[in-house]
Structures are given as C-alpha cells and as structure tokens.
Nanobody, 118 residues
Framework: QVHLVESGGGLVQAGGSLRLSCAAS????????MGWFRQAPGKEREFVGS????????YYADFVKGRFTVSRDNAKNTVSLQMNSLKPEDTAVYYC???????????WGQGTQVTVSS
C-alpha cells in the first residue's frame, strides 16, 4: 500500500504563502499521478492540482491557477504544493492523493489544515 503524509499546514494571513509537502512511501511509482485536494467545512472535497511522477505535466483547478504550484522530488518521494497569494476562501483541509491516470485516486493522506485569516 502507498502511505501518504502531509505536512506544512498552518495559519497565515491573506496574501501570504505556505508550502505543503506530501511524503510518499510504498509502491508509489505504480501509481503515476499525485494530486492535491481540499475540503472546506460544509463543502465537497475539490481538486486543487496534480502532477505525474514522470514528465512535466501539471494540472490545476481554475481557482488556483497562477497562485499555486505543484512540484515533485522523485529522489525524496515527495510532492509539494506551493501556495501564494492566499485568500480566506483557501481555508480548508488539504489532502494529497495517489492514483493512476484515468482511474482515479486510490490512496489518501490524513490531511493538513490550512487557515487563512483576513
């Protein structure tokens, strides 16, 4: 099984930045896509961004384009989410997930809280 652990969440003022990390272990390269999702209180979980363990393709939700960047470090088995120009509406629990392109995400981390104050 793939094991995912997120870190880097916290409290930040609007306009600030945070960098989330997701440490992956297990047969991670059997699952070629790593994604970031978030869930705010009372809302559905939503896709934030994703990347693959190989190649340079990244994908983003429209509401984070230009503000958030997904990157990976294959040597460290980590995927990061750099979040800039944070807004109060970015407040949510952020999750990383591992999956196969076209088949959805199979493994999920426990989540890390991000709170953006106005």
């Amino acid at each position: 099984q793939v094991h995912l652990v997120e870190s880097g969440g916290g409290l930040v003022q609007a306009g600030g930045s945070l960098r989330l990390s997701c440490a992956a272990s297990g047969p991670i390269f059997s699952y070629n896509v790593m994604g970031w999702f978030r869930q705010a209180p009372g809302k559905e979980r939503e896709f934030v961004g994703s990347c693959k363990w190989s190649g340079s393709s990244t994908y983003y939700a429209d509401f984070v384009k230009g503000r958030f960047t997904v990157s990976r470090d294959n040597a460290k088995n980590t995927v990061s989410l750099q979040m800039n120009s944070l807004k109060p509406e970015d407040t949510a629990v952020y999750y990383c997930a591992s999956g196969v392109e076209g088949r959805g995400y199979t493994y999920w981390g426990q989540g890390t809280q991000v709170t953006v104050s106005s």
